[in-house]
């Protein structure tokens, strides 16, 4: 069974610019959240999608946002990036409500 | 908002012996609660998640909830070198249909001496 799948797994960006990341759950998990890791923040929840529906945002400014397909693939994308966006970005799915989150390997996030 | 609370640590302790990581939780409501393990530079890794009042043991490790208290730790026996990771405790965020995504806390550092 494949585990969730993010691509890719390094980027290195200018202030200003603009990035998309991408996620695929695991096949037949409906949600998809993501979250920002910061050595000084943790683990801190960007945004949850299920079947296609965010239903739940994080305290992130508007820059940040995401999308999911029908296939439960998502992307989140940051405009106007900043040096402190540089983090590494997580994505996990689920099955459902209160069952475990498994996580991708992650994306890092360096902006110069 | 839901808060999850864990110790940063660092928590040093000598191998073949207990390690215990405690978390405390502000939500009441919180009906399960989870376990990652996280290496340094790596994703975290889910390895015990618990529902139910009491303890629910997997090989070496113990979870153990006490929701009156609000309360959820991770006991780790016969600890191993390659136990040193940071540990995050968290709980799901809503309660509604779906999955909400979790509430994490900012993690445990556990450090296994030889």
């Known amino acids: 069974k494949a585990g969730v799948t993010q691509t890719p797994r390094y980027l290195i960006k200018t202030r200003g610019q603009q990035v998309t990341l991408s996620c695929s759950p695991i096949s037949g998990h409906r949600s998809v959240s993501w979250y920002q890791q910061t050595p000084g923040q943790g683990l801190q929840f960007l945004f949850e999608?299920?079947?296609?529906?965010?239903?739940n945002k994080g305290n992130f400014p508007g820059r940040f946002s995401g999308r999911q397909f029908s296939n439960s693939r998502s992307e989140m994308n940051v405009s106007t990036l900043e040096l402190g966006d540089s983090a590494l970005y997580l994505c996990a799915s689920q099955q459902g409500l209160n069952t475990e989150a498994f996580f991708g390997q992650g994306t890092r996030l360096t902006v110069v | 908002q839901k808060e999850v609370e864990q110790n940063s640590g660092p928590l040093s302790v000598p191998e073949g012996a207990i390690a215990s990581l405690n978390c405390t939780y502000s939500d009441r409501g919180s009906q399960s609660f989870f376990w990652y393990r996280q290496y340094s530079g790596k994703s975290p890794e889910l390895i015990m998640f618990i529902y139910s009042n009491g303890d629910k043991e997997d090989g070496r490790f113990t979870a153990q909830l006490n929701k009156a208290s609000q309360y959820v730790s991770l006991l780790i026996r016969d600890s191993q070198p390659s136990d040193s990771a940071t540990y995050l405790c968290a709980v799901p965020r809503g309660s509604g249909g779906g999955a909400d995504g979790l509430t994490f806390g900012k993690g445990t550092h556990l450090i296994i001496q030889p």
């Open positions: 999608y299920f079947s296609e529906t965010q239903r």
